[in-house]
């Protein structure tokens, strides 16, 4: 890009201060934390920031990029893990920061649905679905200062998703900024509507590369009266699958986690973390965090969940499924076997560098990744050591890989090598290479590399018919022929 | 279009004889089951009906007909309420009859899922899911004709919606034919997986227009061991939306039915059914049928979940939010009670000529939507008479108008006026005109016109992307600009 054209992109914008005071930012201090990813390692550019208040202000300013051929960046909390809310190097975007649009529209708990706008964050969001006696499932590590509108944007998952679906299941219906600047108003609290293609599933996912959500409609359910954790040892991940048959069976809906944790996870968290200590007597290969909640306040169905979870858990030692088990008591215990499983990614960090992977399985297939993944990076880099924990109910782990501080070989240069290993093994048992952060930049190609071309031309040509000029979010997700 | 054309396309056609030796049907009475519509509402041409055998020779076909622009109209049970599977009289199509892509391709219990192919029959999914001891949910009146390619084409819904899902829901990957003629394997058993476009629930509920699904990765749940059934009498909707909120909150997920039934429609069932009695002594405007289920098979689950059912009524007795209720305590009784809702379609039937809807709203909005409209068709049709039911715990209603036989005012001529009143008063609520039935032909027009011009741009730019020559199913869902 030449420098009189930026200057002439300046201008236009200065066109915009007065609409938008106090809501434009162009100086660099000002745009700085827009620009850089949450984990430091993408660094953009843009001409300006703008912070609408309201949906038709988004529309507004997409016309005015579609007219001069400016680039749109969407962004939420900017938390995302894969580089997808941050401009190019570029410098000829937009930022449309969305915080600002952070109505909570309605809610209507007879029809267990609430209206929000996109820039609310998650946390006021569960917040406020509990203030009229509802769930609202969706929980992440960032939910804090991640939007609605980033995890619709990148169909978040989280720990409750084998119980109540990932984002998408928690969806009904959206409102939509188009890539030509219209409003799809698509915000039906409907749980059946068959009239014609599913746009509200297309958008979702698609990480802002097609349009800008800034409503949507979100599904609530009753509020869990109460919970209660296991912590199981087990011999083995085909043991940890045959519990998770029995857990169902056994527990039904009750089910809302169930978390693999190896040893190593369990020991890098004692280790840096003094306060915590192991539930159990002996040492175990791997163990399962296993949550099962009940809706009825009575002590008398605590009781009985409780009875169900101790019988299920009997039944599982005594055919040997299971080593050992404790059942969580009280709500101290509660917190301290949660304490564990949360502690691991802070853990790995105090532990030094890791390369990272978010990967899905089918979940009968992950014994055999497991065993068959372990045994090639164990031959190509005899000093990797391996981070294994992940949401096992869903078939998603995170499967990290770092290196003892005293060894010589750093691994972490081979991360490139390390990834092939794992992503290959993943394809190959017909996995995800991306289970619940999308693939922003950072998996883009990585994606394009494992997707056939016949998918990745369908990809292609939606991108072609909803944002014919590459404007929306250009050049994440997949890169435009 | 004009004979010699006609000639040249036979001439062409017959080139394929060997190949689908017995499998392509040219003559009348061989084509004439493939060319009406379930409802012998629309009869169309064909130039031949072609049955392929595996995903391969649909491809083939597919490129056949694109190389030499003829329309192809995907088939499966042809149970289509909508006109969605029969061809336009034009004649210048193909039928592709998918029902010989009858295999079960992989059952694995331990990941839940099972993969088959299209022309597989619902309920032959269903036993083969039940003998490896899981549920398949998706549960239809044409079950025993009806194939999943078909289901997942339309999105169809049913009985257990509330508790399982739509087919959207119950599916996680899918095989589809391009209009290229191009096979895309996206036959994926993840429960995560946040790799670009959603392109499954796009092809889902797009009736055949955007390609060809041949084959689907369906999900599975634990066979519940025994349901239980309660007939309830409520004085008002109202009063059966705070039964369903007081339902979720006591049985939570073991609530698998809720359905809605008028007094009108039980007195039909009683007037045509000598053999079918009320449950209850006294008549009340309305009725809910509750069924809950469980998955242990102990007796003493059974009796738990028998004490948590008999218990909330008790409460919403002594709350006067019901009037009577009767819980089934025997598998005659239970048969008994589902028989009343299963026999509404017949005895309507029997009673004589009626006008349908298939509607959904936001469940709140369910006593406004019938106390306005009822007055609304009564004002113009004093003599209509209403037959309202349906799945009230997806907000999904059957509602139908009929006359009296005795009466003079037949109201069936009038039938695009009662749509107009039914629809408009749907759409002034948010709702969708189609619940479970799709478009298909009946109702393109009319979702077109409560469409606004930006999402039906939206589906067309779509339809462009993904069948550019209008080749798929044509004219149906959506007609071409």
């Known amino acids: 890009m030449n420098q009189s054209k930026v200057t002439t992109h300046q201008i236009l914008i200065e066109g915009l201060r007065q609409t938008f005071s106090g ?51 969407p962004q939420g909390g900017n938390t995302s893990l894969s580089g997808g809310s941050v401009p190019n190097p570029t410098g000829k975007n937009i930022v449309i920061g969305l915080k ?13 649905t609430m209206t929000v706008e996109a820039g609310c964050i998650l946390e006021a969001i569960q917040i406020a679905a509990k203030e009229v006696n509802r769930l609202f499932p969706l929980s992440l590590a960032s939910q804090g200062s991640c939007t609605i ?7 978040a998952g989280g720990v409750q998703v084998l119980r109540y679906g990932n ?15 219209n409003i799809w108003h698509g ?6 509507d068959n009239t014609g293609y599913n746009l509200k599933d297309l958008f979702i996912g698609s990480e802002g590369t097609l349009g800008i959500i800034t409503a949507a409609v979100l599904k609530l359910f009753p509020l ?100 050992d088990a404790v059942v969580s008591d009280n709500e101290q215990q509660f917190k301290r076997l949660w304490t564990l499983r949360e502690s691991i990614s802070a853990a ?9 992977h978010d990967i899905a399985l089918p979940i009968s297939k992950i014994p055999a990744f497991i065993e068959k993944t372990e045994q090639a990076i164990r031959t190509n880099f005899p000093n990797a050591h391996l981070i294994t924990f992940g949401h096992l109910g869903d078939g998603n782990l995170h499967y990290n890989v770092y290196h003892s501080k005293n060894s010589r070989d750093n691994c972490i240069p081979h991360q490139a090598s390390i990834n092939r290993i794992v992503h290959d093994a993943v394809d190959s048992l017909n996995g995800s290479i991306s289970a619940e952060h999308g693939l922003g930049v950072l998996r883009r ?26 404007r929306m979010n250009p050049n994440k997700v997949l890169l435009k022929k």
Not at 26 to 52: F, N, S
Not at 167 to 181: D, F, K, N, S, Y
Not at 348 to 356: C, H, L
Not at 445 to 470: G, V, W
């Open 23 to 73: 809501r434009l930012l162009t100086d660099a201090p000002d745009m700085a934390a827009y620009l850089i990813d949450w984990r430091k390692r993408y660094q953009g550019q843009a001409l300006a920031v703008v912070e609408p208040i309201n949906t038709e202000e988004v529309a507004n300013i997409v016309r005015f990029c579609a007219k001069h051929a400016i680039n749109i960046i």
């Open 100 to 112: 600002r649009l952070n109505q909570i529209r309605e809610i209507d708990a007879q029809n267990n």
């Open 149 to 155: 509108g980033g995890n619709l944007a990148t169909n």
């Open 167 to 181: 984002t998408r299941e928690l969806c009904l219906g959206l409102e939509v900024v188009t890539a030509e600047g």
């Open 187 to 192: 915000l039906r609290g409907l749980r059946k």
């Open 224 to 323: 869990p009266a109460f919970k209660q954790l296991a912590w199981v040892a087990v011999q083995s991940t085909t043991h940890a699958l045959q519990l998770l048959t029995l857990s169902k069976q056994h527990t039904g809906d009750s089910l809302t986690a169930f978390e693999l944790i190896s040893d190593n996870c369990l020991n890098l968290v004692l280790k840096h973390f003094k306060q915590c200590h192991s539930p159990l007597k002996s040492p175990s290969p791997w163990y399962i965090l296993l949550e099962v909640s009940e809706n009825r306040p009575e002590e008398s169905h605590k009781l009985y969940l409780y009875g169900v979870l101790c019988d299920m858990l009997k039944i599982a030692l005594e055919t040997h499924l299971i080593l």
């Open 348 to 356: 790995q960090t105090m532990e030094g560098a890791n390369i990272k």
């Open 445 to 470: 190609d990585e994606a394009a590399r494992y997707k056939s071309p016949i998918e990745l031309n369908l990809m292609l040509d939606i991108k072609q018919a909803l944002d014919p000029h590459n």
